[in-house]
């Protein structure tokens, strides 16, 4: 049976064979509905006679705007789900249910302080470990008890640490993906090192390296049947044709101009110059030309013009130079992969950001379409017991 769970866009879904349900963030959902109801509640101020006098009319209509995404999805059981998610500063943890719009969803965590992301359940134990981000910069790994929302940070320094996996073989074991932060003379932030991936031991606290290079990065580590298995990305993508660039430098002007008159326009009479088609954007809460995923930034509408040209129909927004791969070996299981996870049964789920595929001894099957798919998960449990809650 193929089951797991993946997020699309703000959406928890849980496919199972084919049957997928789909279910909003609850909290995300109350976090918009109460955010405009404040400003509704306000918008008085800025119209009317009383404003007009004031001269504190505001022109056209000023709309909060909500970055907002569900980062991280970790299967429970048949119909529960644990997810984790971000919207304009707030962060938390909740556990839903897919298959019932009508039940409340539980509070894990939330804060303010830290952004929660990415990471691994160990569904019979109860016990996950996800980033957690203490600022712009740095990172580091925690190990939740989700039955009473504590946690432990296991790693710090001046890193960024992120995608943890607990091992199958022994619960006491991490996996996680690092960067260094690089700083210049005065403490300021130039750069991050090369992604490498570590490997923890929460019984001695010890970490090791168990994989890196000079020219990939390591991401998304995940240990299945004596293999690990990561996402690998250049460190320095192909260059852009120089002449190309200078070519098209007339045309963008023109266009940063008309894109600028349309703005105005729309601002002021709520119409935009163009119309009629259809609006690739409409929908969308998230930038069309730029994503940071796992730490690295692509631009979304390039990437996917680009994939486009190539024979494969089922294409995404994720470069080809991303791969799915066997670290020892280095064999490629899939291109262009923004995430993956691992079935009990050794299937490979992958998504491109635009389709979800099962991959197993050396065969590809697309199963579902989706808008934009950038975590999944598959259910663990891990051997052994954790030293760290005693589970």
């Not at 349900?21 to 959902?29: A, G, M």
């Not at 960067?179 to 570590?198: E, H, L, P, Q, T």
């Amino acid at each position: 049976m193929i089951k797991f769970s993946y997020a699309d866009g703000t959406e928890i879904c849980d496919y199972a064979d084919g049957n997928i349900t789909k279910r909003q963030s609850k909290f995300i959902e109350n976090y918009k509905n109460n955010a405009l109801n404040a400003e509704r509640a306000k918008s008085w101020k800025h119209s009317g006679e009383g404003a007009m006098f004031r001269g504190d009319v505001r022109p056209g209509e000023e709309r909060e705007v909500f970055r907002a995404s569900v980062n991280g999805v970790y299967p429970l059981n048949d119909c529960e789900t644990v997810y984790s998610f971000s919207i304009n500063g707030t962060s938390g943890i909740y556990k839903t249910d897919t298959g019932n719009e009508k039940s409340p969803e539980v509070h894990i965590i939330s804060s303010v302080d830290g952004e929660f992301s990415g990471g691994c359940l160990d569904a019979d134990k109860g016990i996950l470990v996800c980033s957690v981000a203490r600022n712009d910069i740095n990172a580091d790994i925690a190990v939740f008890d989700t039955a009473t929302g504590d946690y432990k940070t296991v790693t710090d320094g001046d890193t960024f640490d992120y995608d943890p996996f607990i091992s199958p073989d022994n619960a006491n074991i991490i996996y996680f993906a690092s960067r260094g932060a690089g700083r210049d003379a005065n403490g300021n932030f130039v750069k991050y090192s090369n992604a490498s991936i570590c490997k923890m031991d929460l019984s001695a606290l010890t970490v090791e390296e168990a994989a890196s290079s000079e020219k990939l990065n390591y991401i998304k580590p995940v240990f299945f049947d004596g293999k690990l298995y990561a996402i690998t990305t250049p460190v320095k993508e192909k260059k852009t044709n120089p002449v190309l660039e200078i070519l098209l430098i007339p045309f963008r002007i023109v266009q940063a101009i008309a894109n600028f008159i349309n703005a105005f326009v729309t601002m002021f009479t709520g119409k935009s110059l163009a119309s009629g088609g259809s609006n690739p954007a409409k929908g969308r809460e998230f930038d069309s030309r730029k994503e940071y995923i796992k730490g690295n930034l692509i631009n979304y509408e390039t990437e996917l013009k680009n994939n486009a040209r190539k024979k494969d129909k089922d294409y995404g927004f994720i470069p080809s130079s991303w791969k799915l791969v066997e670290v020892e070996s280095g064999s490629v299981i899939k291109s262009g992969v923004a995430d993956y996870d691992i079935l009990e049964d050794g299937t490979f789920i992958v998504t491109n950001g635009r389709r979800i595929f099962a991959v197993k001894d050396g065969k590809t099957q697309k199963l579902c379409n989706t808008e934009k798919c950038l975590v999944l998960g598959c259910r663990h449990s891990s051997r052994g017991k954790s030293d760290l809650f005693g589970f």
